[in-house]
């Protein structure tokens, strides 16, 4: 079942710095440019890894960003107790093409012994039936159903106060290390909207780029 998409950083990156820092106010895409001024939602980004929950109607399956990631035997067991036939059948009933996507985070993940240093878990941030993809208040129902945490909004803004705020930083709301940095943003207009090419609209900020 689908991959995740790419999220394209907000802006371009500089080639003069080995496209290690930003092109302030160069807007990546031109969809972000003309929409910068409107209500985007800010989610936190988690430093994890990509998992995919695929449910065709009968069975559960699990998988990384790419079909060929694999999925430390920990987390898997994570899954596979949050995610059981019976959880899902009950919640997603007769739909056949359900795909929730998050990640997995926590010990031995990355940086995640700040969120979670004697354990993993994984955390919601979407969902797609079919060919659509749910709203926010679609995706926190579903969470509450199956018991799984979802990434926590942090605000709501224009592009521009989105990456003022990311840039300032901010400690992570899921975090146990209270003192710990966010990663940055994901930011998504209120309305899910998609380019010519068919792509969603959707972008991200990192507290590192301004480090």
Not at 41 to 57: A, P, V, Y
Not at 151 to 168: H, M
Not at 185 to 192: D, R, S, T, V, Y
Request: glycine share 10%; net charge neutral; charged share 25%.
């Amino acid at each position: 079942m689908n991959e995740y998409h790419k999220i394209q950083t907000v802006f371009l990156r500089n080639p003069d710095s080995n496209y290690k820092n930003l092109l302030l106010g160069k807007f990546a895409k031109p969809e972000f440019d003309l929409l910068k001024n409107i209500d985007w939602i800010w989610t936190e980004k988690i430093d994890g890894t990509n998992i995919r929950i695929m449910w065709d109607g009968e069975s559960v399956k699990f998988g990384g960003r790419t079909n060929n990631a694999q999925i430390r035997t920990s987390l898997l067991e994570v899954l596979q107790n949050k995610f059981t036939v019976d959880k899902m059948s009950v919640v997603f009933k007769e739909q056949t093409e359900v795909c929730l996507y998050g990640e997995g985070y926590g010990k031995g993940i990355h940086k995640g012994g700040n969120y979670l240093p004697d354990s993993v878990s994984f955390i919601l941030f979407d969902i797609k039936i079919g060919e659509w993809w749910l709203t926010r208040d679609s995706i926190e129902e579903i969470a509450e159903m199956l018991g799984v945490k979802i990434v926590p909004i942090i605000g709501i803004g224009s592009l521009d106060q989105a990456v003022e705020f990311a840039k300032k930083g901010f400690t992570s709301r899921i975090a146990e290390n209270k003192q710990f940095m966010a990663e940055g943003l994901i930011m998504k207009p209120q309305q899910e909207l998609f380019n010519r090419g068919g792509k969603r609209v959707i972008t991200k900020i990192k507290y590192q780029d301004f480090c």
